[in-house]
């Protein structure tokens, strides 16, 4: 998958493109369910799979003092595009100039000047230009001037709701990543660079791989059971694991992260990239009475994790 960045050097090979339009944060059902239209149009005109997204995210910009929302980093964004077979990644800048421009600017401008794209397709809630007065009925209308096709995506329900980013947030915040999975149509995962920690979990006999949190959306706190892909470097490959997101109140008030044991594993995981999916809520953060209290509740999690993801 090619990654663009700056959409005033597009080459003549990543114009033309099907493409799919929109944030696609967690990449969700719905999300998956433009991307399916966008993939009928390529194969069609036999054009390229695009994906149009922006960094930063609209709502960053223009609340950059918002908590922490989004499901996914652009880097974790790009992993889950690329393996449902993307072949462009349109990385737009949201920048003034972008935010700037009128709906109809947007689309002479964005869609057909700087990437010639010969498809576009939206959801059916789908907004653009300034004081998001486009929607799909116009973005239809700039299509017919401009001379790219426009495909309407309807929104997408499971069994436990609507499927939305507001929605996945309040299942993880609740602590159902299981509800959570639903809407998205994988696990929810947190992706990143292993960091060095305090190593306390070495000194209590689990070592831990630890992932920043910095600008992602907090999961309810407590203990997961995890299934974890280390993406980069000797140990690449698949594990099972228990997780501990939270703030660590057995030592005082810290920042949010996200602490993976391993389960079966030794090695050094120091500057690794890898991928913790977060397959069930075990219990909730807590703080204990003493070290010995911590260590016992530590070995029942690591049993409670191998019987989850025997099935999972």
Known sequence: MRIVRDITKITPEDRGAAAAIGNFDGVHLGHQAVIDLARKAAKAQNAPLGIMTFEPHPRRFFAPDIKPFRL?????????????????????????????????????????????????VVGADFRFGKGRQGDADTLISFGKTHGFEVSIAEMVGTPVGEVSSTNIRQALSEGRPDDAAAMLGHWHRIEGIVIHGEKRGRDLGYPTANLAMDDLHLPAFGVYATMVDVLTGPHKGSYSGA?????????????????????????????????????EFLRPEEKFDSLDGLIHQMEADCIRAREVLQDA
């Not at 880097?75 to 920048?95: M, S, T, W």
């Open 72 to 120: 996914m980093d652009a880097r974790a964004k790009a992993h889950r595009l690329e393996k449902l077979g993307v072949d462009i990644l349109y990385e737009v800048p949201f920048n003034e100039t972008l935010a700037a421009l009128t709906a109809e600017q947007f689309a002479g401008q964005i869609i057909h000047d700087a990437l010639g794209l010969s498809h576009v």
């Open 243 to 279: 997780t501990s997101i939270g703030i660590r109140p057995m030592f005082g008030e810290n920042t949010p992260n996200c602490e993976t044991y391993i389960l079966d594993f030794k090695g050094d995981l120091y500057d690794a990239e890898i991928s913790v999916a977060l397959v």
